[in-house]
Antibody
């Protein structure tokens, strides 16, 4: 059974940093791109970024709203993907979801989602 | 950026009725790159349809997707009580990946 478990969310002050982790199980982690999405309270879904599988370059791509502030990485030996968030703003407050793409490429639908972790940016 | 506009914003129907949800794109999308998700309160989204018309694993056949170019449709043939939720379309044809604003399907 595919499982994705996010961790690392919490309350953080504006301008500070936070790292989210997503631990995967139930599939061959290295074969798939991993994506991050977020959902501000009461709002819709927003793509944050993804990282391709290593055989296809392992390269990340980001939404314009987070590019230069957020960084996605992966450790295939541990089946974990990370979302490093720097220079956080109040508008980054959201539930962050980790997902598994349907293929090696992040430009794909997300077959599996974690339960989400809440990040609150506030002073 | 491809903007997806979903209509209606809210759809009020009764169990047993047919639901038709629309997603219109600001520019043409390869239908291989259009998906639909269902989200219930407090839960993560669930993939229903990918490639505009292919049902994801475990999705009942009362859910169907259609469309091409700029106009796509999600149809629920006979509503069950568990189908009342928010539905999002998503395009992953070009960067940035974008979602529609959602259609809330509520019990009439």
């Amino acid at each position: 059974e595919v499982q994705l478990v996010e961790s690392g969310g919490g309350l953080v002050q504006p301008g500070r940093s936070l790292r989210l982790s997503c631990t995967a199980s139930g599939f061959t982690f290295g074969d798939y791109a991993m994506s991050w999405f977020r959902q501000a309270p009461g709002k819709g879904l927003e793509w944050v970024g993804f990282i391709r599988s290593k055989p296809y370059g392992g390269t990340p791509e980001y939404a314009a709203s987070v590019k230069g502030r957020f960084s996605i990485s992966r450790d295939d030996s541990k089946s974990i993907t990370y979302l490093e968030m720097n220079s956080l703003k109040t508008e980054d407050t959201a539930v962050f979801f980790c997902t598994r793409a349907s293929s090696y490429n992040g430009y794909d639908s997300s077959s599996y989602w974690g339960q989400g972790t809440l990040v609150t940016v506030s002073s | 950026e491809i903007v997806l506009t979903q209509s209606p914003g809210t759809l009020s129907l009764s169990p047993g009725e047919r639901a038709t949800l629309s997603c219109r794109a600001s520019q043409s999308i390869n239908s291989r790159y259009l998906a639909w998700y269902q989200q219930k309160p407090g839960q993560a989204p669930r993939l229903l349809i990918y490639g505009a018309s292919s049902r994801a694993t475990g999705i009942p056949d009362r859910f169907s997707g259609s469309g091409s170019g700029t106009d796509f449709t999600l149809t629920i043939s006979t509503l069950e009580p568990e189908d009342f939720a928010v539905y999002y379309c998503q395009q992953y044809n070009t960067s940035p990946i974008t979602f529609g604003q959602g259609t809330r399907l509520e019990i009439k």
